[in-house]
């Protein structure tokens, strides 16, 4: 059974790149064909979809978002990361990487999510 | 965008009681949702997805259904495990998702 794990800083500046980590462990990153994607929800809020990338590496991104992040993929650490850059304090929230398959567009695997604060 | 609205938006119910919670899409989405269930401080949980199908695993005291504009999430008799905050999430306007607001169920 495939499981995730977020990792990274729990605490980001004003200005600077947020960066995070999904290890992917029960399974390997690059076989089969699921999209992995990030998503976020600020505390007490609802879910944002922040963006995806899939088994051959291409990528599809939040319009509202586009700007500032990154999703690439590491196959050789079986990981995926996230890069939002010029971070504010609406950034602070709760990050989870989840994967769905190609046909169902169902996030049905989670990590258990990791929080990063924007603050000085 | 295709914007979700969910309703209510809080609900308290008793242990046992049916419960309904509907998801209204901006424009026609087909079956393109899926439902979730979070608990307090834990990642969202697929309970159903393609508007009606239960994920493996779940209790069959959970069920959707609609297609369209308007869905519909039901759970049959209510227990305290339930407790949560459930969400939509449509998947018609690929590559975007989008999430309605959540709905938190509480027992009365």
């Known amino acids: 059974q495939v499981q995730l794990q977020e990792s990274g800083p729990g605490l980001v500046k004003p200005s600077q790149t947020l960066s995070l980590t999904c290890t992917v462990s029960?399974?390997?990153?690059?076989?089969?064909?699921?999209?992995w994607s990030w998503i976020r929800q600020p505390a007490g809020k609802g879910l944002e979809w922040i963006g995806r990338i899939y088994t051959s590496g291409s990528t599809n991104y939040n319009p509202s978002l586009k700007s500032r992040v990154t999703i690439s993929v590491d196959t050789s650490k079986n990981q995926f990361s996230l890069k939002l850059s010029s971070v504010t304090a609406a950034d602070t929230a709760v990050y989870y990487c989840a994967t769905a398959y190609e046909g169902s567009n169902a996030f049905d695997i989670w990590g258990q999510g990791t929080m990063v604060t924007v603050s000085s | 965008d295709i914007q979700m609205t969910q309703s209510p938006s809080s609900l308290s119910a008793s242990v046992g009681d049916r419960v309904t919670i509907t998801c209204q899409a901006s424009q026609d989405i087909s079956n393109y949702l899926n439902w979730y269930q979070q608990k307090p401080g834990k990642a969202p949980k697929l309970l159903i997805y393609?508007?009606?199908n239960l994920e493996t695993g779940v209790p069959s005291r959970f069920s959707g259904s609609g297609s369209g504009t308007d869905f519909t999430f039901t759970i049959s008799s209510l227990q305290p495990e339930d407790i949560a905050t459930y969400y939509c999430?449509?998947?018609?306007?690929?590559?975007?998702?989008?999430f309605g607001q959540g709905t938190k169920l509480e027992i009365k």
């Open positions: 029960g399974g390997s990153i690059s076989s089969g064909s699921y999209y």
């Open positions: 999430q449509q998947y018609d306007n690929l590559p975007l998702y989008t």
């Open positions: 393609d508007a009606s």
